[in-house]
């Protein structure tokens, strides 16, 4: 599947990303198609204090992204039973409530 | 432009003029958008597509994904090349680089080179059918999304380690050395292994070293008699000089 729409991922209010997951599961793939979106130049021109971490583990754990925002909120979505789509919905939906007002009312 | 400028030339309605005025003074083809007339504006507004809505759900029916033929000239080819990079290299590790650009990716290629270490592409596509056939098929969930293979003939597995720390988004997912696959952990206690001349080394001399400890329980006693021998020898020698040196003395 490739990236749901065209919308670009813009990190601007995102501390830290930190993605773990054991590639020889099956379940995997939409947490792998997560982070290759995450990590892309472009992604990363928008915030370059954000920092993207993977960490390949082989213990049969399920896969897990931990989102750290600059306010302090964090999002984990385990990417056992998700879809790359869902993923994407739910990051990009609460990076943009968190943006900052002026910026969503330009957009507007 | 042209229709005002008619509307008062031609008083016939509906009779186009031979020649049309086009050049008017300003320009139709401009560096900036041109804003549309009004009436080609709601042209366009009227005209605009409306897909037809889908018989089914987006997610009702798996998507048909374009299928590589098997049977096609170039994917034979890459197949045989990846056959021949199995075979020639004894290490073989996959990894996953998230937007590295052309610049890191030249610098990771020559670092890596300095160690002989190549890095080789193939198609997710063939080498999930390459894998099937062969004898590495547990490998195959391991290319997902953009990977990249590591080979190289020796297994350098601590150099390898070492230039991917240094990039941040080559992301090692695991390998296989000498037939054997491993996992990101894996490789990094094969790093941690000492060479095969040391284990060599450790073993012979553990060896020995028990061989060695027999013979010298063995050898104790005769050894021990044959020192204190030499001992007395020397005692007996030192009393003969010292008589003969006072004996010298009393005849000088």
């Given at each position: 599947m490739a990236a749901p729409g065209k919308v670009s991922v813009v990190l601007k209010t995102v501390k830290k990303i930190a993605i773990q997951f054991s590639p020889f599961e099956s379940n995997v793939r939409s947490t792998r198609q997560f982070l290759s979106m995450?990590?892309?130049?472009?992604a990363r021109a928008t915030n370059m204090n954000c920092e993207v971490i993977?960490?390949?583990?082989?213990?049969?754990?399920?896969?897990?992204?931990?989102?750290?925002?600059?306010d302090g909120d964090r999002l984990v979505m385990k990417g056992a039973n998700l879809t790359i789509s869902e993923m994407m919905n739910a990051f990009q939906s609460r990076c943009r409530d968190k943006d900052p007002q002026a910026k969503s009312g330009e957009k507007k | 432009?042209?229709?005002?400028?008619?509307?008062?030339?031609?008083?016939?309605?509906?009779?186009?003029?031979?020649?049309?005025?086009?050049?008017?003074?300003?320009?139709?083809?401009?560096?900036?958008?041109?804003p549309m007339h009004i009436l080609k504006q709601k042209l366009m507004a009227v005209t605009e597509y409306i897909p037809p809505p889908p018989a089914a759900p987006r997610g009702a029916y798996p998507s048909q994904s374009r299928k590589v033929k098997e049977g096609s000239p170039l994917v034979l080819l890459m197949k045989k090349e990846m056959g021949k990079v199995f075979?020639?290299?004894k290490m073989v590790a996959v990894a996953q680089n998230n937007g590295c650009n052309a610049e890191d990716m030249m610098m990771l290629r020559h670092s890596l080179y300095k160690h002989d270490i190549r890095v080789r592409f193939f198609p997710n596509e063939v080498a999930r059918l390459f894998l099937k056939e062969s004898i590495y098929c547990?490998?195959?969930?391991?290319?997902?999304?953009?990977?990249?293979?590591?080979?190289?003939?020796?297994?350098?597995?601590?150099?390898?380690?070492?230039?991917?720390?240094?990039?941040?988004?080559?992301?090692?997912?695991?390998?296989?050395?000498?037939?054997?696959?491993?996992?990101?952990?894996?490789?990094?206690?094969?790093?941690?292994?000492?060479?095969?001349?040391?284990?060599?080394?450790?073993?012979?001399?553990?060896?020995?070293?028990?061989?060695?400890?027999?013979?010298?329980?063995?050898?104790?006693h005769p050894t021990h008699l044959s020192a204190l021998l030499q001992q007395y020898i020397k005692q007996q020698s030192s009393d003969a000089g010292a008589e003969a040196a006072p004996k010298a003395e009393e005849a000088t």
């Open positions: 995450v990590g892309s130049e472009k993977t960490v390949v583990k082989h213990d049969k754990s399920e896969p897990v992204v931990d989102i750290t925002y600059v | 432009m042209a229709a005002t400028l008619c509307v008062k030339l031609l008083p016939k309605q509906g009779w186009l003029p031979l020649t049309q005025i086009v050049r008017h003074g300003s320009k139709s083809v401009t560096r900036h958008r041109r075979q020639e290299n547990n490998m195959t969930p391991l290319f997902m999304g953009p990977t990249i293979l590591i080979v190289s003939k020796e297994p350098k597995v601590k150099e390898m380690l070492k230039t991917l720390r240094g990039s941040p988004q080559m992301t090692l997912v695991g390998g296989c050395i000498e037939n054997t696959l491993l996992s990101v952990q894996g490789l990094q206690n094969y790093s941690k292994l000492p060479s095969v001349t040391v284990v060599q080394g450790e073993l012979v001399s553990g060896l020995t070293m028990m061989t060695s400890r027999t013979a010298s329980l063995l050898q104790r």
